[in-house]
Nanobody
Framework: VQLVESGGGLVQPGGSLRLSCAASGFTFSSYVMSWFRQAPGKERELVAAITSAGGSTNYADSVKGRFTISRDNAKNTVYLQMNSLKPEDTAVYYC??????????WGQGTQVTVSS
């Protein structure tokens, strides 16, 4: 199993970024995919999750209305569109695949920094 995130960077407050996570090594279309983040000195937290077919999503209260999770099962990729970014969104963002008895997998993370 491999999860490779991309799309992080430095952005000004109010700006946007789109993160991507390319997955391989498992049947991508069969599993829930999630994005987590971890800010310095804080615990890793769930940001958003999407069901296997993309029909249902779930968001942390802190990002509702600003972030959108989506997936393309033909490309084995999950996305996180982040709009109206705030300094408190600064964190390392991780892609996660919970494959139940087959294991729980993380990407290497991508840094998002929101600063003027």
């Amino acid at each position: 199993v491999q999860l490779v995130e991309s799309g992080g960077g430095l952005v000004q407050p109010g700006g946007s970024l789109r993160l991507s996570c390319a997955a391989s090594g498992f049947t991508f279309s069969s599993y829930v995919m999630s994005w987590f983040r971890q800010a310095p000195g804080k615990e890793r937290e769930l940001v958003a999750a999407i069901t296997s077919a993309g029909g249902s999503t779930n968001y942390a209260d802190s990002v509702k209305g600003r972030f959108t999770i989506s997936r393309d099962n033909a490309k084995n990729t999950v996305y996180l569109q982040m709009n109206s970014l705030k300094p408190e969104d600064t964190a390392v963002y991780y892609c996660n695949a919970d494959l139940y008895i087959l294991g729980n997998y993380w990407g290497q993370g991508t840094q998002v920094t929101v600063s003027s």
